[in-house]
T-cell receptor, first 115, second 114 residues
Framework: GAGVSQSPRYKVAKRGQDVALRCDPISGHVSLFWYQQALGQGPEFLTYFQNEAQLDKSGLPSDRFFAERPEGSVSTLKIQRTQQEDSAVYLC?????????????FGPGTRLTVL | AQSVTQPDIHITVSEGASLELRCNYS??????LFWYVQSPGQGLQLLLK??????LVQGIKGFEAEFKRSQSSFNLRKPSVHWSDAAEYFCAVGARAGGFKTIFGAGTRLFVKA
């Protein structure tokens, strides 16, 4: 079946622009995670949704970052007034259940470059 | 606070040789432990995970890992490496006590030579 998809795969933004990154999780998956992966680093947790509820947003680096999942399926990560330090690959993952121990399935990521 | 250390930035092994990738974690109790692999152009894929019980965990693609509480380690092993194993490997730790945050190490890049 279809895995986690993300769009766009690549995004170039000028500093100060707003961007929106989309994640389509595996159908029926309750849990959805966003991560930020800087070049040469491991992924860093940003936020977690259980259905439409955002239960953990402790990893969002600033109030310029906002995520939503209004209908409990597709999720959007929005970054306002992008800065060069926002350049990274943004990964989305979904898992079937509510347990933290459920396997997370990752999408291919969106590579954001801020000029 | 939780943390994960992967001491080796990159490792080169010959095809057919054995492999061990090191991972050390810092956490106040027994954490959830994971190994992921990331190939170029591919998403992260879970290789194996440890939650409790037998400290030797078998995963996909012939990988295994051993949890050693006394050493705070969770090293990944494979007896015979294939060229297709060349990739970036990430060790990760998750908290048991609430929250949904998984902490990843910086990764170890594996090169396989013929």
């Amino acid at each position: 079946g279809a895995g986690v998809s993300q769009s766009p795969r690549y995004k170039v933004a000028k500093r100060g622009q707003d961007v929106a990154l989309r994640c389509d999780p595996i159908s029926g998956h309750v849990s959805l995670f966003w991560y930020q992966q800087a070049l040469g680093q491991g992924p860093e947790f940003l936020t977690y949704f259980q259905n439409e509820a955002q239960l953990d947003k402790s990893g969002l680096p600033s109030d310029r970052f906002f995520a939503e999942r209004p209908e409990g399926s597709v999720s959007t990560l929005k970054i306002q007034r992008t800065q060069q330090e926002d350049s990274a690959v943004y990964l989305c993952a979904s898992s079937y259940g509510r347990l933290f121990t459920d396997t997370q399935y990752f999408g291919p990521g969106t590579r954001l470059t801020v000029l | 606070a939780q943390s994960v250390t992967q001491p080796d930035i990159h490792i080169t092994v010959s095809e057919g040789a054995s492999l061990e990738l090191r991972c050390n974690y810092s956490y106040g109790a027994t954490p959830y432990l994971f190994w992921y692999v990331q190939s170029p152009g591919q998403g992260l894929q879970l290789l194996l995970k440890y939650f409790s019980g037998d400290t030797l965990v078998q995963g996909i693609k012939g990988f295994e890992a051993e949890f050693k509480r006394s050493q705070s380690s969770f090293n990944l092993r494979k007896p015979s490496v294939h060229w297709s194993d060349a990739a970036e490997y990430f060790c990760a730790v998750g908290a048991r006590a609430g929250g949904f945050k998984t902490i990843f190490g910086a990764g170890t890049r594996l090169f396989v030579k013929a």
